[in-house]
């Protein structure tokens, strides 16, 4: 028998994991022995100091760059920046989450297990208050994001994929009202997650057989030994594009790139906002960090092969997202649409291996989050007797019912649409720069492009809130109570901050920007 | 004095002033716009200072200031200003205070915010003072793409008939015309050396098709911008639809940007492909000088006719900085500014008769003149200024671009000769139209068409008036601050003017 040598491992280095996987579990135990009236007050603090104490735990080792628990996590540069901006974004996103102030009783399902439609279902919806379920299951996706970026063997990834993926499909589910949508956005994504869950494992699996075989080393799915193989393994190379391929595929799914994106306008739509808010700015995070370390660590050398192919991938999400983004009619899908075209651009980053352009596309990443954590947050507010009025025909007038929200979201949509001094014109321009740099000329042109026909459907929700008479039907907005007003605000301060200052947080990017291998 | 920040302090009073008005209360319309005008009164006094403070024969840029911004990127606030610059500036000084006086009832018929339209008409010159202040490329930028902002609430809040159209459509052309530049500014930035500074981005040595390409992405947000055909058509709707006010800023101001962000950043900075596109430059001013005046000469609509007009003006800017020569150079940039004036006083004047009227088609008038002679007299004179009648300031710059063109292009220079003609036909059958002949029956109904010009609206008037006579017989301070300006640029292009020469064929007779 052979003897099982232990992994040293950094606890330091990885305690922001350990205390978001160590608060969800608290919060399994919170939910089994606290009394029900106090359980949403005692989750929501728990996850958010959580939050906090993991954020501190990356300030505190940020200057961290090692390998640890065995080859399985990489506490780098990328990471913790990575890290720190999930936990930022996921504290904004649980302020979301946990308001119970604009719809009563908090945007989630008092009890999942009642028919949707029936007369139970109309008394849940009018106002017992939501599951405290869904903090646990935030916790626990934050916690497996976390690990996700930090992922530096294939298998680690996958865990943290599926660790992360679950809570979200439940997440998804749980929408106070509309309850069949929600669930059938759940079943959809779960399904759709499933198959690309399954292509990754297929793509690891390929990996593995290509790297078996180099002298001196034996296989592996460390980014260190793929790295390796990608230069020297004698194997078939048909064995590594079948792999990155299928690889590519789990990844591009998460993070909504065309054409795996078709799961993306449904559960926008159907899941709760909060939780579509926290999919679209922290999963987006967690599913680029990914990317990133998989194409500019693992298969750096092999970006020949793949830059055309993910060059094609990003056009296309850029195309798809813009034209299709043209014809919705309902805010939330039009939201949707506009974080795959988001994604496309994103893509331009990942193909500018440089520091810039890793610098830049993490950049773009935290502004993105900021903005549309925003923008869900004033979808949450726009409401009547039903619920949200997401259909965009309702928006009409709004400037002139509640100038002041109005106003807000107009900011944030010239920021999508890339206007000087918002941090969509930065970001923009801190992903194009590099790129260019990088001779990725066309990629720029059709970001550029894109950006030209996705201007459309920002201005013609402009139109509608303040050049339209209101109707008999435009909702008024509700007055946020205080954590969804915080989110909101924050979210919008930043994207003005990091439009007109964007470069503390520029420096932060580029000293962040190097990968260990 | 002449350390005074005169530009970045020009360039933030306005914004300053918007907030101040912004959050007046709604129900103190008139404090507004007192305010709103006395603080454009002082951004004018501010600018008369500076001009004195100019040394013509001084260096090109002079004020420059430098603050770092984005280090990261190599941006900085960096405002100098030359003498192309200067006279654009102050044509936005003189032109807002009038603006806002030109304005004073026209939001309230539209339900609106009052003070916030006198904020937005002070954040539009902000972002007007910055563009032409800029001498980083990326601040002109991130000035040309935020003075849509202010731009398209005016239009689309307090404008008149289909001014949600009219807004999205200004906006979106805009904007693709912006995008086309921020791929040619990165582009600029790459091949550059990552630096955005005006002054360091005119040495840098460029490949021949990179050059093309990256003042291919320039001149086409310019085009859009200024408009030349083909791309004006979203000028006779944004112009039909703005408020008077916003429309004389709009034609007189914001589409100088185009011609004048051609003079300072496609030839400088792409000096061999400006040569290489010049003779398709040409053809686009020059189609546009007789398209748009044909055009103008069939509209129905007073403001779609001066928007018209400006199109085929902006032909004659066209011609005459892409002529490259000293003449028609200075020519192009007296006829931004007399264009500024002259228009502007055009587009004032006939908001003044649509407010009375109530209507902006011209079939709806007639013999207006009886009724009201003084505002008829004004609008005569600016009639016959916008088709540069000898004696008004336009005609100089006119003249000027004409000869310049003449020395080196005689085909381009005879054609656009034709504009004249036809300006005269559009303005003057306008004029007759509305002012003369027997009087409209239906004018004697409509209350407003009994009030001649009052106090307000003459001295809305009487300085623009003034300045297009004094500057019609004496252009000399305007010129002398151009002229070094235009020199460095065509030094930047490496051309220098035909020595003057008697025609060939009369060396030949004399043989």
Same mark, same amino acid.
């Given at each position: 028998?052979?003897?099982?040598?232990?992994?040293?491992?950094?606890?330091?280095?990885?305690?922001?994991?350990?205390?978001?996987?160590?608060?969800?579990?608290?919060?399994?135990?919170?939910?089994?022995?606290?009394?029900?009236?106090?359980?949403?007050?005692?989750?929501?603090?728990?996850?958010?100091?959580?939050?906090?104490?993991?954020?501190?735990?990356?300030?505190?080792?940020?200057?961290?760059?090692?390998?640890?628990?065995?080859?399985?996590?990489?506490?780098?540069?990328?990471?913790?920046?990575?890290?720190?901006?999930?936990?930022?974004?996921?504290?904004?996103?649980?302020?979301?989450?946990?308001?119970?102030?604009?719809?009563?009783?908090?945007?989630?399902?008092?009890?999942?297990?009642?028919?949707?439609?029936?007369?139970?279902?109309?008394?849940?919806?009018?106002?017992?208050?939501?599951?405290?379920?869904?903090?646990?299951?935030?916790?626990?996706?934050?916690?497996?994001?976390?690990?996700?970026?930090?992922?530096?063997?294939?298998?680690?990834?996958?865990?943290?994929?599926?660790?992360?993926?679950?809570?979200?499909?439940?997440?998804?589910?749980?929408?106070?009202?509309?309850?069949?949508?929600?669930?059938?956005?759940?079943?959809?994504?779960?399904?759709?997650?499933?198959?690309?869950?399954?292509?990754?494992?297929?793509?690891?699996?390929?990996?593995?057989?290509?790297?078996?075989?180099?002298?001196?080393?034996?296989?592996?799915?460390?980014?260190?030994?793929?790295?390796?193989?990608?230069?020297?393994?004698?194997?078939?190379?048909?064995?590594?594009?079948?792999?990155?391929?299928?690889?590519?595929?789990?990844?591009?799914?998460?993070?909504?790139?065309?054409?795996?994106?078709?799961?993306?306008?449904?559960?926008?739509?159907?899941?709760?906002?909060?939780?579509?808010?926290?999919?679209?700015?922290?999963?987006?995070?967690?599913?680029?960090?990914?990317?990133?370390?998989?194409?500019?660590?693992?298969?750096?050398?092999?970006?020949?092969?793949?830059?055309?192919?993910?060059?094609?991938?990003?056009?296309?999400?850029?195309?798809?997202?813009?034209?299709?983004?043209?014809?919705?009619?309902?805010?939330?899908?039009?939201?949707?649409?506009?974080?795959?075209?988001?994604?496309?651009?994103?893509?331009?980053?990942?193909?500018?291996?440089?520091?810039?352009?890793?610098?830049?596309?993490?950049?773009?990443?935290?502004?993105?989050?900021?903005?549309?954590?925003?923008?869900?947050?004033?979808?949450?507010?726009?409401?009547?007797?039903?619920?949200?009025?997401?259909?965009?025909?309702?928006?009409?007038?709004?400037?002139?019912?509640?100038?002041?929200?109005?106003?807000?979201?107009?900011?944030?949509?010239?920021?999508?649409?890339?206007?000087?001094?918002?941090?969509?014109?930065?970001?923009?321009?801190?992903?194009?720069?590099?790129?260019?740099?990088?001779?990725?000329?066309?990629?720029?042109?059709?970001?550029?492009?894109?950006?030209?026909?996705?201007?459309?459907?920002?201005?013609?929700?402009?139109?509608?809130?303040?050049?339209?008479?209101?109707?008999?039907?435009?909702?008024?907005?509700?007055?946020?109570?205080?954590?969804?007003?915080?989110?909101?605000?924050?979210?919008?301060?930043?994207?003005?901050?990091?439009?007109?200052?964007?470069?503390?947080?520029?420096?932060?990017?580029?000293?962040?920007?190097?990968?260990?291998? | 004095?002449?350390?005074?920040?005169?530009?970045?302090?020009?360039?933030?009073?306005?914004?300053?002033?918007?907030?101040?008005?912004?959050?007046?209360?709604? !129900?103190?319309? &008139?404090?507004? @716009?007192?305010?709103?005008?006395?603080?454009?009164? =002082?951004? $004018? #006094? /501010?600018?008369?200072? *500076?001009?004195?403070?100019?040394?013509?024969?001084?260096?090109?840029?002079?004020?420059?200031?430098?603050?770092?911004?984005?280090?990261?990127?190599?941006?900085?606030?960096?405002?100098?200003?030359?003498?192309?610059?200067?006279?654009?500036?102050?044509?936005?000084?003189?032109?807002?205070?009038?603006?806002?006086?030109?304005?004073? !009832?026209?939001? &309230?018929?539209? @339900?609106?915010?009052?003070?916030?339209?006198?904020? =937005?008409? $002070? #954040? /539009?010159?902000?972002? *007007?003072?910055?563009?032409?202040?800029?001498?980083?490329?990326?601040?002109?930028?991130?000035?040309?793409?935020?003075?849509?902002?202010?731009?398209?609430?005016?239009?689309?809040?307090?404008?008149?008939?289909?001014?949600?159209?009219?807004?999205?459509?200004?906006?979106?052309?805009?904007?693709?015309?912006?995008?086309?530049?921020?791929?040619?500014?990165?582009?600029?930035?790459?091949?550059?050396?990552?630096?955005?500074?005006?002054?360091?981005?005119?040495?840098?040595?460029?490949?021949?098709?990179?050059?093309?390409?990256?003042?291919?992405?320039?001149?086409?947000?310019?085009?859009?911008?200024?408009?030349?055909?083909?791309?004006?058509?979203?000028?006779?709707?944004?112009?039909?639809?703005?408020?008077?006010?916003?429309?004389?800023?709009?034609?007189?101001?914001?589409?100088?940007?185009?011609?004048?962000?051609?003079?300072?950043?496609?030839?400088?900075?792409?000096?061999?492909?400006?040569?290489?596109?010049?003779?398709?430059?040409?053809?686009?001013?020059?189609?546009?000088?007789?398209?748009?005046?044909?055009?103008?000469?069939?509209?129905?609509?007073?403001?779609?006719?001066?928007?018209?007009?400006?199109?085929?003006?902006?032909?004659?800017?066209?011609?005459?900085?892409?002529?490259?020569?000293?003449?028609?150079?200075?020519?192009?940039?007296?006829?931004?500014?007399?264009?500024?004036?002259?228009?502007?006083?055009?587009?004032?004047?006939?908001?003044?008769?649509?407010?009375?009227?109530?209507?902006?088609?011209?079939?709806?008038?007639?013999?207006?003149?009886?009724?009201?002679?003084?505002?008829?007299?004004?609008?005569?004179?600016?009639?016959?200024?916008?088709?540069?009648?000898?004696?008004?300031?336009?005609?100089?710059?006119?003249?000027?671009?004409?000869?310049?063109?003449?020395?080196?292009?005689?085909?381009?220079?005879?054609?656009?000769?034709?504009?004249?003609?036809?300006?005269?036909?559009?303005?003057?059958?306008?004029?007759?139209?509305?002012?003369?002949?027997?009087?409209?029956?239906?004018?004697?109904?409509?209350?407003?068409?009994?009030?001649?010009?009052?106090?307000?609206?003459?001295?809305?008037?009487?300085?623009?008036?003034?300045?297009?006579?004094?500057?019609?017989?004496?252009?000399?301070?305007?010129?002398?601050?151009?002229?070094?300006?235009?020199?460095?640029?065509?030094?930047?292009?490496?051309?220098?003017?035909?020595?003057?020469?008697?025609?060939?064929?009369?060396?030949?007779?004399?043989?």
């Amino acid at each position: 028998m052979t003897e099982l040598k232990l992994p040293s491992i950094e606890y330091a280095a990885i305690a922001p994991i350990l205390i978001m996987l160590g608060a969800a579990l608290f919060g399994v135990l919170v939910e089994a022995l606290v009394p029900r009236r106090w359980r949403h007050l005692v989750q929501l603090t728990l996850a958010l100091l959580a939050v906090l104490a993991a954020l501190t735990m990356v300030v505190l080792s940020a200057d961290e760059r090692i390998i640890t628990v065995g080859q399985a996590l990489a506490i780098d540069g990328p990471t913790l920046f990575l890290q720190g901006a999930i936990l930022v974004l996921a504290a904004m996103a649980l302020l979301l989450i946990g308001d119970r102030s604009v719809e009563r009783g908090g945007a989630f399902v008092a009890q999942a297990a009642v028919t949707a439609e029936s007369a139970d279902d109309r008394r849940q919806a009018e106002g017992r208050n939501g599951l405290t379920e869904v903090y646990p299951l935030t916790t626990f996706a934050i916690g497996g994001m976390l690990i996700f970026v930090a992922a530096n063997d294939l298998l680690t990834m996958f865990i943290a994929l599926e660790v992360f993926s679950l809570p979200l499909y439940l997440l998804c589910a749980l929408a106070r009202r509309r309850r069949l949508l929600s669930q059938e956005a759940a079943m959809k994504y779960f399904l759709l997650g499933a198959y690309a869950s399954a292509f990754f494992l297929f793509g690891v699996a390929l990996i593995y057989g290509f790297t078996a075989g180099i002298p001196g080393r034996s296989a592996g799915v460390d980014f260190a030994t793929i790295h390796a193989a990608v230069s020297e393994s004698p194997a078939s190379p048909v064995l590594l594009f079948a792999g990155m391929a299928l690889l590519a595929i789990g990844l591009l799914f998460k993070a909504a790139a065309a054409p795996f994106h078709v799961w993306t306008p449904d559960v926008y739509q159907g899941a709760p906002t909060p939780v579509t808010g926290f999919m679209a700015a922290c999963t987006k995070v967690a599913a680029f960090g990914a990317l990133l370390r998989v194409f500019q660590v693992a298969f750096a050398d092999a970006n020949w092969d793949f830059t055309p192919v993910l060059g094609a991938v990003a056009v296309l999400t850029m195309l798809v997202g813009a034209v299709l983004a043209v014809t919705q009619t309902d805010i939330k899908r039009l939201l949707a649409y506009s974080s795959i075209a988001n994604a496309g651009y994103l893509l331009v980053g990942v193909l500018a291996p440089s520091r810039d352009g890793l610098a830049g596309t993490m950049f773009y990443l935290v502004a993105y989050g900021f903005s549309v954590l925003a923008a869900f947050a004033v979808v949450t507010l726009v409401r009547d007797d039903d619920g949200e009025a997401t259909h965009l025909s309702r928006w009409a007038g709004l400037g002139r019912r509640s100038p002041f929200f109005a106003a807000l979201f107009t900011f944030i949509l010239l920021a999508f649409a890339g206007i000087p001094l918002t941090s969509g014109f930065t970001s923009k321009f801190a992903i194009f720069g590099p790129a260019l740099e990088g001779g990725q000329a066309w990629l720029v042109i059709a970001g550029v492009l894109t950006s030209m026909i996705l201007a459309f459907p920002y201005l013609r929700v402009v139109v509608m809130m303040w050049l339209s008479e209101p109707g008999e039907s435009t909702p008024t907005v509700t007055v946020p109570g205080g954590l969804t007003a915080a989110a909101l605000m924050i979210g919008v301060l930043a994207t003005l901050v990091l439009g007109v200052a964007p470069a503390p947080l520029l420096d932060l990017a580029t000293g962040a920007a190097e990968f260990v291998r | 004095m002449s350390n005074f920040p005169f530009l970045s302090v020009l360039t933030v009073a306005p914004l300053v002033g918007a907030l101040v008005v912004a959050f007046l209360p709604r !129900h103190r319309p &008139e404090l507004a @716009k007192q305010v709103a005008f006395a603080w454009s009164l =002082l951004v $004018l #006094v /501010l600018s008369v200072v *500076m001009w004195v403070s100019f040394n013509a024969g001084g260096d090109r840029f002079q004020f420059r200031e430098s603050y770092s911004w984005i280090p990261n990127w190599g941006v900085s606030f960096t405002f100098a200003a030359d003498g192309i610059a200067l006279v654009m500036l102050m044509l936005i000084a003189v032109l807002v205070p009038l603006v806002i006086l030109a304005s004073w !009832h026209d939001a &309230e018929s539209s @339900k609106r915010s009052v003070p916030v339209y006198f904020a =937005l008409l $002070l #954040v /539009l010159e902000c972002t *007007m003072i910055g563009v032409f202040a800029a001498a980083d490329v990326f601040l002109f930028y991130v000035f040309f793409e935020v003075m849509l902002v202010p731009m398209y609430f005016l239009i689309g809040s307090y404008g008149g008939h289909q001014r949600q159209y009219a807004a999205v459509k200004f906006f979106l052309y805009s904007l693709v015309g912006g995008l086309f530049m921020l791929a040619a500014v990165i582009g600029l930035w790459v091949v550059g050396g990552k630096t955005f500074d005006w002054q360091a981005l005119s040495q840098v040595d460029i490949s021949t098709g990179t050059e093309r390409w990256l003042f291919l992405g320039f001149f086409l947000a310019f085009a859009i911008k200024a408009p030349f055909f083909p791309f004006h058509t979203w000028l006779p709707d944004a112009g039909g639809a703005a408020p008077a006010g916003a429309a004389a800023l709009l034609v007189g101001v914001l589409d100088k940007v185009g011609t004048f962000g051609i003079l300072r950043y496609c030839l400088p900075l792409f000096p061999e492909a400006s040569k290489w596109f010049a003779p398709w430059a040409l053809a686009l001013g020059v189609i546009g000088i007789v398209y748009a005046a044909l055009l103008a000469v069939g509209q129905n609509d007073l403001k779609r006719l001066v928007s018209y007009t400006s199109i085929a003006h902006f032909g004659f800017i066209g011609v005459g900085i892409f002529a490259f020569t000293t003449q028609a150079g200075t020519g192009a940039v007296l006829y931004m500014l007399n264009h500024g004036l002259a228009t502007g006083l055009l587009f004032l004047v006939v908001g003044m008769l649509i407010a009375r009227r109530g209507s902006s088609l011209i079939s709806d008038f007639g013999g207006a003149g009886k009724l009201v002679p003084v505002l008829a007299g004004v609008l005569f004179f600016a009639g016959l200024a916008s088709l540069a009648l000898p004696g008004t300031a336009p005609f100089i710059s006119e003249f000027l671009v004409l000869i310049g063109t003449f020395t080196v292009n005689k085909p381009v220079a005879v054609i656009a000769t034709l504009g004249i003609i036809l300006a005269a036909a559009y303005v003057l059958w306008m004029v007759q139209r509305t002012t003369q002949g027997t009087l409209n029956p239906a004018l004697t109904e409509v209350d407003g068409m009994r009030r001649d010009l009052n106090l307000r609206e003459k001295v809305v008037v009487a300085p623009l008036i003034a300045l297009i006579v004094l500057l019609g017989f004496f252009p000399k301070p305007v010129t002398d601050v151009i002229n070094p300006a235009v020199q460095a640029t065509m030094d930047d292009i490496g051309r220098t003017d035909p020595a003057p020469s008697v025609g060939g064929t009369v060396q030949e007779a004399a043989r």
